[in-house]
């Protein structure tokens, strides 16, 4: 059972422009959201998380924007880079799991020149 | 900060034998680690929480038997896949988080960069 779903495994993006990869959740336990970046045979790399007492949060060219009601979050990228190409993860965890992280499939972001 | 390595990058095994992968938090110490494995094109499957100084908790599906963890110390966790067979080949990830003292208040994990395991 797919708590954490990211129903679009692909998404292609024009350098400059914003790039949008969304998320959708089943459990409304779940009270803290990360986005992680992953190059192939890499680890994944933290990119930015969200608490669920707040709707947005930014760091720099990323931001996490958070609906609780509709079960959905989003990241935002702009202005994307080629550099931005790899396959995005969104994840999330409840207080009462204790650090377990629920995975999305992933989207794979490419950036053209 | 919070960098895990993982050792070795890439392994490869013949049939029926055991492999031991590391991973270990290098400038922090982690009361828990966590192990994942991908296959391609997959998401992120969890297979076990691994807590220093006890026993590890398994998912549901994942032999406890053939995938041993050990979390000896607050900065090195173990998994030995044993008797490997060609289907356990797969990318194994290790992460662990970041405690507050006594509490774990951040769910944010750190991943170590995978093991590649192929096994003939």
């Known amino acids: 059972d797919q708590q954490v779903k990211q129903n679009s495994p692909s998404l292609s993006v024009q350098e400059g422009r914003i790039s949008i990869l969304n998320c959708d959740y089943t459990?409304?336990?779940?009270?803290?959201f990360l986005w992680y970046k992953k190059y192939p045979a890499e680890g994944p790399t933290f990119l930015i998380s969200?608490?669920?007492?707040?709707d947005k949060n930014e760091d720099g060219r990323f931001t996490v924007f958070l609906n609780k009601s509709a079960k959905h979050l989003s990241l935002h990228i702009v202005p994307s880079q080629p550099g931005d190409s790899a396959v995005y993860f969104c994840?999330?965890?409840?207080?009462?799991?204790?650090?377990?992280?629920?995975f999305g499939r992933g989207t794979q972001l490419t950036v053209w020149p | 900060g919070a960098v895990v390595s993982q050792h070795p990058s890439w392994v490869i095994c013949k049939s029926g034998t055991s492999v031991k992968i590391e991973c270990r938090s290098l400038?922090?110490?982690?009361?828990?680690m966590f192990w994942y494995r991908q296959f391609p094109k997959q998401s992120l499957m969890l297979m076990a929480t691994?807590?220093?100084?006890?026993?590890?908790?398994?998912e549901q599906g994942v032999e406890k038997d053939k995938f041993l963890i050990n979390h000896a110390s607050l900065t090195l966790s173990t998994l030995t896949v044993t008797s490997a067979h060609p289907e356990d080949s797969s990318f194994y990830i290790c992460?662990?988080?970041?405690?507050?003292?006594?509490?774990?208040?951040?769910?944010?994990?750190?991943f170590g960069p995978g093991t590649r395991l192929t096994v003939l």
């Open positions: 992460s662990a988080s970041i405690p507050l003292g006594a509490v774990l208040i951040t769910d944010t994990q750190y």
């Open positions: 969200i608490s669920s007492i707040k």
């Open positions: 459990n409304s336990m779940f009270d803290y």
């Open positions: 691994s807590n220093e100084g006890s026993k590890a908790t398994y």
């Open positions: 994840a999330a965890s409840a207080s009462s799991t204790l650090g377990r992280l629920y």
């Open positions: 400038d922090f110490q982690a009361t828990t």
